[in-house]
């Protein structure tokens, strides 16, 4: 993919201190990798990619909320809103038209608390996506850093061309929602569409089918 | 915040913080309420698993729980109002304050899925803005 060969890639990877080699972004996925290792070296429980869904939301210090309806995202803003998180108050704009998740840093937890909020757009066909979703609001607290914050805004702007920076996290969530450990167990070698479906089903009921059929592949 | 000793003060402190009895807590996390009052006194270790349904009920920082060091905030940003927002804290007489709320909410999105990029905030963004957190505002 030539965006994973951009600038803002090498970047990316100058700012974890990797040492980026050729290829920047298998710099930074191996990264990754090396990072979802360690949490399940300390979490040997971790039996599924549901809980290490869960695990990997705890250790990057943000709670998901998911809004199914119009109704539950006034309710969500308003909360959090009141709680101080005035970034809250641009989330119906946040999450309008193609969006599917959104993550704040909180400006007002408390000492102990999360840092981060991580809201996981669940209404209508955008709930297909929210399994990959919330691996892909993961990848991006996974990379970052004080850098990383502050170019994510500058560099972010509209246009035609996918953001560097968004196909790398997609690349991230593609490797860690679909981890070859949980996932190498159940591969039959005659690949159907039959098969993907029960392994969807059976070790990721929150992904779509189409990222399920990509992982098998 | 002083480090506070072991983990099972820390999940006292937390708990008690939110207002949150230990049988409402075993309620959350499924673990017996005597567990929970011997880990907190020290009495039992918690594993890893158990850590980690503590942390999801008390909506509290792994880190923080299993080693005492919050989460490192953020090294503070420059100061740069944009002009955008500069001309809508002029049109709306807003406070240094309030303009200062304003640019830490946008700046509070850290990630953001989607398939279309971000723009920059208009003035109309930042009044539209405005109109939104001001019954929040202090």
């Known amino acids: 993919m030539d965006s994973l060969r951009s600038p803002k890639i090498w970047e990316i990877a100058s700012a974890l201190r990797l040492p980026a080699g050729d290829s920047p972004a298998d710099a930074v996925l191996k990264y990754c990798e090396d990072r979802i290792d360690k949490v399940l070296e300390d979490f040997p429980d971790c039996a599924n990619p549901a809980e290490l869904l869960d695990t990997m939301a705890a250790m990057l210090e943000t709670r998901f909320e998911e809004i199914r309806s119009d109704e539950e995202l006034l309710a969500l803003q308003e909360r959090y809103c009141r709680a101080g998180e005035f970034g809250f108050a641009a989330l119906h704009k946040d999450l309008d038209g193609e969006a599917f998740g959104v993550t704040y840093r909180r400006l007002a937890a408390a000492p102990g608390e999360r840092a981060f909020v991580s809201v996981i757009d669940c209404r209508g066909n955008k709930a297909l996506r929210s399994y990959f979703t919330k691996w892909h609001e993961l990848g991006h607290l996974l990379i970052l850093t004080d850098q990383q914050r502050l170019s994510f805004r500058r560099t972010h702007s509209p246009g035609t061309r996918k953001d560097p920076e968004e196909s790398l996290v997609d690349a991230i969530a593609g490797q860690a929602g679909f981890l070859p450990r949980f996932f190498r167990p159940e591969i039959q070698p005659l690949v159907s569409f039959e098969e993907v479906e029960r392994v969807r089903a059976r070790l990721f009921p929150e992904a779509s089918f189409q990222a399920s059929a990509n992982a098998y592949t | ?138």
């Open chain 2, 1 to 138: 915040m002083e480090p506070i000793e072991t983990v099972g003060n820390r999940i006292r402190k937390l708990r008690e913080e939110k207002n949150i009895t230990l049988e409402t807590l075993s309620e959350h996390t499924g673990i017996s309420k005597g567990f929970l009052s011997d880990a907190e006194t020290g009495n039992r270790n918690v594993s890893s698993q158990n850590l980690l349904k503590i942390a999801n009920a008390l909506n509290a920082s792994l880190e923080y729980l299993m080693r005492g060091t919050p989460a490192a905030p953020p090294n503070p940003e420059p100061l740069t109002i944009p002009a955008e927002l500069n001309q809508a804290a002029r049109e709306l007489n807003l406070s240094f304050a309030h303009t200062e709320a304003l640019l830490a909410a946008h700046r509070s999105v850290v990630a953001r899925r989607s398939n279309e990029g971000l723009r920059s905030p208009s003035v109309e963004d930042w009044k539209e803005l405005y109109q939104s957190i001001k019954k929040f505002l202090v």
